[in-house]
């Protein structure tokens, strides 16, 4: 068992914000801001790939309700979902999850890149690339 299977399914504590049959919502650690939860599926799926369909439409609803919580609670004025997949894209827990990060007025904005260039051609190469695989 991985350890967010233990800390999911209550065999680790953590600080448990939110629980119902299919998720446990928690405190992450190394918070980003005040009050940076992760939502924590009961059932290991390394990541959105392997998810299983219905459980991943639930997880979008419960990240409604955290976020509009922390909203209505923390004085955030705004939240971040977060979701990585794979080391190349900052995965360190191979256990799917999703952050949820409040924002604050005046605070830093974390999640962001550097706007990069294309041209239409390129677009419409990646574009047909991709659905090919759909
Ligand atoms: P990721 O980089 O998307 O895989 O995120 C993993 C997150 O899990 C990081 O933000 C860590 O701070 C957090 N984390 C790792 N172990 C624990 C733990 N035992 N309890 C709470 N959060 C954890
Ligand atoms: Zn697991």
Redesign the pocket.
């Known amino acids: 068992m991985c350890?967010?299977c233990k800390?999911a399914n209550g065999e680790?504590p953590?600080?448990t914000i939110y629980e119902d049959d299919d998720f446990r919502v928690?405190?992450?650690?190394?918070?980003?801001t005040r009050g940076?939860a992760?939502i924590l599926p009961k059932n290991h799926y390394a990541n959105l790939c392997e998810l299983d369909d219905e459980v991943a439409g639930k997880a979008l609803i419960v990240a409604k309700k955290i976020g509009t919580a922390m909203m209505n609670s923390l004085g955030c004025t705004g939240f971040n979902l977060?979701?990585?997949n794979g080391e190349e894209?900052?995965?360190?827990?191979?256990?799917f999850?999703i952050?949820v990060i409040p924002r604050y007025d005046g605070g830093e904005r974390i999640v962001a890149w550097t706007p990069g260039k294309t041209t239409p051609e390129e677009m419409a190469e990646v574009a047909e690339q991709i659905k090919s695989a759909l």
Request: a negative charge; aromatic letters at 4%; glycine letters at 8%.
């Open positions: 350890i967010f800390i680790i953590s600080a928690i405190l992450d650690l190394g918070p980003a940076h992760l977060v979701q990585n894209a900052g995965q360190t827990v191979m256990h999850h952050h």
